[in-house]
């Protein structure tokens, strides 16, 4: 498994950092001007409020007889299993000199999410921004969440994933099962029933996170060493689900084997981070993928869902590259980045199936691109028809849309063109999309009920 393939490169330094790993204690506190927590906006708003620059040093509670005292359902801080260890990173100003310009933390909480454990490395900035929404809290699944694991187990195909992670699954089979497919492969995942279109097939969460920042502006031998720690820091059972992945080969360092195999690329706060799924891992490549991953920021959950039926015995992929990637340039990137060359069934496919794939991907592409440049100019009924033909188009290459997602599309569209009964239409089939799917994170199926409830009111209103 891998992310992007530049994950464990270090970028070069256009200036001299100061770079201070501190033993057991916090990093120096920021200059009151330069509090560094003034978020752009977050990719998903919540109710939550907006969180405060945090102080450093208090961003969460550690794991000692101190906190005793503290009400956890008040204060949104979380408890840390070993005190933060941090560095700053500095920058040089325009006229020559070097501030602060970010602190990079390790904080680890082996309690996470009933046990399994996180060990992440952030900024200040990005840890006060997921407190603020409750990412660390085990608070109980949504509604729609535990009907999903509560039906998937009287099926009798356990609660759609995660040994447990996902919070109100029941059950006492999974929808798959982690088997021996082959020399060089390894490990894979193979269905052990059939999982629906638009089935959520596994639930993890990270063992280790990584934000880019921190990797790119680190020097690899400190870099390497707070990795080392995070993975130590965590439990013992997370730790061999790790020590079981497969490594890089080409990597001098085991960590750096670990990580550059088998991260995924997340945006948390605004930045990039590269995470360490143990069991998402365990999901091979195909070009031609069956399923495809959903992260939830708010959650620290990453959920994987079926882009079509799959059936028992069947292998589950996920595609390592965006999927509109040119064929040469998809093997040369595996090759490069994963160290291996690429033979699922659209690489060992005649020209001419790879070329009609190729086709397809690029008209999806194209599609996507040219329905949001006509919404954003108004011409909404060309929009809707190019939405319904983006469905065709990319069923066609067995990769169709996420349908709640595609449905609120339709549903916007025809509310900017003023048909209410197709609004309305689209935006309960949304909505009720959302609640089958049954995620952890709620947040899109409130936005779908909210913007359903905006195109019910401007229906009373013209009725009135």
């Keep these: 498994m891998g992310a992007t393939g530049s994950t464990m490169r270090s970028q070069p330094l256009s200036s001299l950092f100061l770079l201070t790993l501190l033993a057991g204690a916090t990093a120096s506190p920021f200059p009151p001007s330069h509090c ?258 959903r992260f939830s920021e708010s959650r620290l959950t990453m959920e994987v869902v079926a882009f079509r039926r799959i059936e028992p015995g069947e292998e589950i992929f996920m595609s390592y590259v965006p999927l509109e990637t040119p064929a040469d340039e998809r093997r040369r990137y595996l090759h490069d980045h994963w160290g291996f060359n690429c033979a699922c069934t659209l690489c060992r496919a005649s020209d001419y199936d790879a070329n009609e794939s190729r086709a397809w991907r690029e008209k999806v592409k194209s599609l996507q691109e040219t329905i949001a440049s006509a919404r954003d100019q108004g011409y909404y009924p060309d929009a809707i028809t190019m939405t319904h033909e983006w469905l065709l188009v990319a069923g066609w290459d067995g990769t169709p849309p996420f349908l709640p997602e595609w449905h609120g599309t339709l549903a916007d569209l025809h509310l900017l063109k003023g048909d209410m009964a197709n609004a309305t239409r689209y935006a309960r089939m949304a909505m009720d999309g959302w609640a089958k799917l049954g995620s952890v994170d709620d947040e899109p199926l409130e936005r779908a009920r909210l913007f359903l409830k905006r195109v019910d009111e401007l229906n009373e209103g013209k009725a009135g």
């Design 36 to 293: 560094p927590h003034q978020p752009a906006g977050r990719l998903h708003q919540t109710q939550h409020p907006p969180p405060q620059c945090p102080v450093p040093g208090r961003i969460g509670i550690f794991h000692d007889d101190t906190t005793k005292d503290i009400n956890t359902d008040i204060d949104p801080a979380v408890s840390w299993t070993y005190p933060p260890k941090c560095i700053t990173q500095t920058a040089k100003t325009t006229t020559g000199d070097e501030e602060p310009s970010r602190i990079d933390c390790l904080f680890t909480s082996a309690e996470f999410r009933s046990g399994h454990g996180t060990s992440i490395v952030t900024s200040t900035t990005t840890a006060s921004e997921l407190l603020s929404v409750g990412a660390f809290h085990d608070r109980p699944a949504p509604l729609a969440a535990q009907r999903r694991a509560a039906a998937a187990a009287a099926a009798g195909g356990g609660g759609g994933g995660g040994g447990g992670i996902a919070q109100g699954a029941a059950g006492s089979r999974l929808s798959y099962e982690i088997v021996d497919v082959g020399e060089e492969k390894g490990e894979g995942v193979v269905a052990t029933r059939t999982i629906r279109q638009g089935e959520i097939i596994m639930v993890d969460v990270p063992a280790v996170m990584m934000g880019m920042g921190f990797l790119a502006d680190t020097p690899g031998h400190h870099r390497r060493r707070v990795l080392k720690q995070a993975m130590a820091q965590l439990p013992e059972g997370t730790r061999a689900k790790l020590n079981r992945l497969k490594r890089s080969e080409a990597a001098k360092y085991e960590v750096d084997a670990i990580l550059g195999r088998n991260s995924h690329a997340v945006v948390v706060g605004g930045e990039v981070h590269v995470g360490l799924f143990a069991e998402v891992a365990k999901i091979n490549h195909a070009c031609r993928p069956n399923a495809y991953y």
